[in-house]
């Protein structure tokens, strides 16, 4: 399977900081790697046409269980789906601290945009409480199996899942590639448990300090098949060494 490389910017960045990441970024990408950017939702469009030519996938952040309606403030998946949008991150760790967001609201977000034709990519992840108490595996198994509850149809392609230990985000703490993959190998197993033929192909992606200098360490572990990336992306230079494209 193809890696993929998801840059997730967060709140960061003015419209001028994408045109120029754009600019820098799409005539040297090489599509080694898939690449795919969430930018902040009001600049999805312009990431988007700009990255039309290379095919990046545009995407957001975070996005409504709900098609259409009074709810004020959130972004539909049929609104991104008719806008060209790709995928959508869901339950980010930011999301669930600072949110609100639990695996359970997550499993409707999945299962609407599963539904809708927009990639899911949930998010996963231990706090370093949780590691040190050694409950990192039952964390991950309670978020996979509540954030994935009743969620149908997954092929290799609709769904993505991000390990993010929490303790690694923005931190520059990165997890050892052997710890990575131990966690990527057991969410292999319960997604291949859960769906049966298909666990096996779909593509876990790795996230919390990845950069140009540890990537290729992390990507050559057997069950990480790409990252998503906060801080290293905002460059176009960072992100295009990520891409496998120096
Ligand atoms: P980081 O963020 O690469 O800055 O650690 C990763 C993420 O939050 O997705």
Request: glycine share 10%.
């Amino acid at each position: 399977m193809n890696k993929l490389m998801i840059a997730n910017w967060k709140m960061n960045n003015v419209v001028l900081d994408c045109v120029r990441f754009m600019e820098d970024f799409v005539p040297k990408f090489s599509a080694k790697r898939e690449a795919w950017i969430a930018p902040q939702a009001l600049h999805f469009n312009l990431v988007r046409s700009m990255g039309e030519p290379k095919d990046v996938k545009a995407g957001v952040q975070n996005i409504s269980d709900q098609l259409f309606g009074a709810y004020t403030g959130e972004t539909s998946p049929k609104t991104l789906r008719a806008m060209g949008g790709h995928f959508a991150i869901i339950g980010h760790s930011e999301r669930r601290q600072y949110f609100g967001e639990t695996s359970k609201s997550c499993a409707l977000k999945n299962r609407t945009c599963l539904r809708e034709g927009i990639v899911a990519v949930y998010c996963v992840g231990e706090t370093l409480a949780e590691r040190d108490a050694g409950q990192t595996l039952s964390i991950i198994h309670d978020q996979l199996l509540q954030g994935l509850n009743d969620v149908h149809g997954v092929n290799p392609e609709n769904l993505v899942v991000a390990y993010e230990p929490v303790w690694a985000i923005g931190t520059g703490r990165t997890a050892t590639p052997a710890q990575a993959q131990e966690v990527h190998a057991f969410i292999r197993k319960v997604l291949s448990e859960k769906y049966p033929g298909v666990g096996d192909k779909m593509r876990i992606l790795y996230g919390g300090s990845v950069k140009p200098d540890n990537v290729e360490e992390l990507l050559s572990q057997k069950d990480i098949d790409g990252g998503l990336v906060g801080g290293a992306s905002l460059k176009a230079k960072d992100f295009l060494a990520l891409c496998g494209d120096k």
